[in-house]
């Protein structure tokens, strides 16, 4: 069987199955004492193009896409760890504005390494501390489903030819840490993340699309697109947060607009 058979949650799964790892199933590793890991890594060609995005943007991103890690856990970050593989001939003031861009999130990096390599590969890990973890897998029925932002701007950007920056939700993350039943960020779509969250716990997941507030120049259809980093929580009261929908008896999820149910596809990687 291939990657591209298997897929990345596929992948993940048969690595628990065969005891090759464990509780990998949310953004982060939760360690004793509050400590909170997460690591994402992004490869050229792969994640980004360097004629649709700047080094400066490129280094904020790859930071924020961790931190917004941390956001889900509910964790205040205390520094990042950077590995970079680059070609030989790539420009130094190309990598200096590639950390500039880094130190723009306000976490220090404090480690890492870099290495030569074909292509520019940038993977970084995030550290931070937690007093509450939800997790992916605590979703009621009865529990309003919420996100902390309008969404679909990264799938409009990209149709212009952009990567934009991704939003630090650090602030609510924590405040949303403290009551959330389940709590992850938007990275792979909307009805993909949810999915994430249905079948963890064990519930049917009901959003209506009417409710989720577009960003400018985004359509329904960029909702699926994924990448953008706002939070999605399951919670006993949406405490004014934008509420999109709710949790029921059940499992999967389903999309509605203009009360009929439709489909939005996410992100599959090795798909």
Same mark, same amino acid.
């Given at each position: ?45 792969? /994640? ?6 700047? /080094? ?19 964790? +205040? ?30 976490? @220090?990096?404090?480690?890492?390494? +870099?290495?030569?390599? @074909? ?24 529990? +309003?489903?919420?996100?902390? $932002? @309008? ?15 991704? @939003? ?12 959330? /039943? ?62 999109? $929908? ?22 599959? /990687?090795?798909?």
């Amino acid at each position: 069987m291939k990657l591209s058979e298997l897929g990345e949650f596929g992948l993940l799964a048969e690595l628990e199955r065969r005891g090759l790892a464990r509780e990998i199933g949310n953004d982060a590793a939760e360690l004793p004492g509050g400590l909170v890991v997460t690591q994402d890594a992004l490869v050229e060609g792969v /994640h980004f193009r360097l004629e649709m995005v700047s /080094h400066r943007d490129l280094g904020f991103r790859a930071a924020a896409v961790n931190l917004s890690d941390l956001a889900a856990s509910g964790a +205040t970050p205390e520094c990042l760890i950077v590995t970079l593989a680059a070609p030989a001939d790539t420009e130094v003031d190309d990598v200096l504005e590639l950390y500039e861009g880094i130190a723009e999130t306000g976490v @220090p990096v404090a480690g890492g390494d +870099t290495t030569e390599a @074909p292509q520019l590969v940038l993977s970084v890990t995030a550290i931070g501390r937690s007093e509450r973890v939800p997790g992916r897998g605590g979703a009621r029925p009865g529990d +309003t489903i919420v996100v902390t $932002g @309008p969404l679909g701007a990264a799938g409009a950007a990209f149709r212009e030819g952009r990567l934009l920056r991704p @939003p630090l939700r650090l602030e609510e993350g924590r405040r949303l840490a403290a009551e959330a /039943h389940a709590l992850l960020d938007i990275s792979d779509g909307l009805a993909q993340d949810a999915g994430h969250v249905a079948e963890r716990s064990a519930c049917r997941i009901v959003i209506d699309l009417d409710r989720v507030s577009l960003a400018p120049g985004a359509t329904v259809e960029d909702i699926g697109f994924g990448e953008d980093y706002e939070l999605l929580a399951a919670v006993p009261d949406a405490a004014g947060f934008a509420a999109i $929908g709710r949790c029921e008896e059940g499992q999967g999820v389903e999309l509605r607009l203009d009360g009929k149910p439709v489909e939005l596809h996410g992100y599959r /990687h090795f798909g």
